[in-house]
Nanobody, 127 residues
């Protein structure tokens, strides 16, 4: 059984930084891709960042490039999302998602490709 546990959400002011954590457990499960998505009530789930283990490449959504950084532990069973210079439009519920499938690059940002999800964590950016 695969579990995805998240932590780190908070209420912060614009310009602040925040770090989210994601831990993946499952005796034989080894994620091929670890990703972060976010969602607000008015929008579809939006791709934020992902790390693909096979190529050791990290991908970012356009709205977070240069501000957010995805990192992971040596075993690729934990991932972190460092969010800097937060803006009000970053307010959302953030989800960690993993898959064991070998995704092609064009599918990395598709939420439907991920079969295991964390519980979500609220990030609120407000003055």
């Amino acid at each position: 059984q695969v579990q995805v546990e998240q932590s780190g959400g908070d209420v912060v002011q614009p310009g602040s930084s925040l770090r989210l954590s994601c831990a993946v457990s499952g005796r034989t499960f080894r994620p091929s891709v670890i990703a972060w998505f976010r969602q607000t009530p008015r929008k579809e789930r939006e791709f934020v960042a992902a790390f693909r283990r096979a190529t050791r490449v990290t991908y970012y959504g356009d709205s977070v490039k240069g501000r957010f950084t995805l990192s992971r532990d040596n075993n690729d069973n934990a991932a972190y999302l460092q969010m800097n210079n937060l803006k009000s439009e970053d307010t959302a519920v953030y989800y960690c998602a993993v898959t064991s499938r070998g995704l092609i690059q064009s599918s990395i940002g598709a939420a439907s490709e991920y079969e295991h999800w964390g519980q979500g964590t609220q990030v609120t950016v407000s003055s």
